[in-house]
């Protein structure tokens, strides 16, 4: 693999690290900043949300700039907006700054695995993806973490400062490797991004990533406080105990990977999310004890990522028999679902908590994916249906 895609794959790593730290630092912030939880949570659901609106219409606006070009702006302005975090006097400060990284996010992974693939052979143009995206798990397991004990030790503002220490290193290395003539074409238009929404399918498929991912994150972002006010552990531990969920992260995106070529990702997906309902509602009878709740984080890791790859594919599937002229556009819309479920399920979960407390997040969470298993039957339903349709006809 070529020195190019492990600049792109630093990028990603850095860029998974600030999406996902946030969560083990939320009691840190609401305390520092004398915010509520749900308030804190709402810099998850606001970064989610740049991505969702900077991933299709970021991505349309800046397709004609030449690819390097368009990498080293993405991580300056990444680096930027987590140094404004770092030197946030305030809430709304730091939310600002968080929108604004956000917006970097979501045109780096619509653009990211294009440029993978135009860096390698086509043979190997899997293994390129594959590598890329080994940043967010790595992120996962070891940069989130890491993040979370800086913060908890040394202030959250540092937690930012390191990171965006990260995003330079990523910009050097961009700088350093990746060729200034990568040829590429010109995304799809909004207008044909929109055409894609008016496919019922697609819609449908993007509904089952917005639930199945918005109802894990209901409880998600507030695993901390929960580990912290419920389960009993010490503010340190609970980056030990993110280490645990970022290693199950990385094992169940490989076995739902695995599935979902096995088996098809609709069989997939009804496993994922009934595993994931029943973990989700496991946690609020587990969570008051502190080797049965690491058990279930242990699982929750699993499969809440697990049904990635399954998601993925299907929509890629049905963006080939209902959509076949935008298909890249298809998929990265449905980076958008996974992030407008995000953004949904921890605003939803913060409006829980401030009505209910920590400890119903859980099962109203478990009730959401049931909603996507649901829509995965029917999808599956249809998908038997059509044949015999065609053949009627």
Known sequence: MPLALWALTISAFAIGTTEFVIVGLIPTIASDLAVSLPSAGLLVSLYALGVAVGAPVLTALTGRLPRKTLLLGLMTLFTVGNLLAWQAPGYNALIMARVLTGLAHGVFFSIGSTIATSLVPREKAASAIATMFTGLTVALVTGVPLGTFIGQHFGWHETFLAVSLLGAIAFVATLAFVPASIRHNPPASLTTQLAVLGQPRLLMAYAKTALGYG???????????????????????????????????????????????????????????????????????????????????????????????????????????HAPQAVDVASGLNIAAFNLGIAGGAWAGGKIVAASGLMTTPWVGALVVLGALALTAWSGYLDRRAPALRTAA
């Open 215 to 321: 109802g894990s994150f209901i409880a998600f972002t507030f695993l901390a406080p929960i580990l912290q006010q419920v389960s009993g552990f010490s503010a340190g531990a609970v980056s030990l105990v993110l280490l645990v969920y970022g290693v199950a992260v990385a094992f169940g995106n490989l076995w739902g990977g695995r599935l979902a070529d096995r088996h098809g990702p609709i069989y997939a997906l009804q496993l994922m999310f009934l595993l994931l309902a029943a973990v989700l509602l496991v946690l609020t009878f587990t969570a008051h004890n502190s080797w049965l709740v690491l058990a279930t984080v242990l699982a929750w890791g699993v499969f809440s990522f697990g049904n990635v790859p399954a998601l993925q594919v299907y929509v890629v599937q049905q963006a080939e028999r």
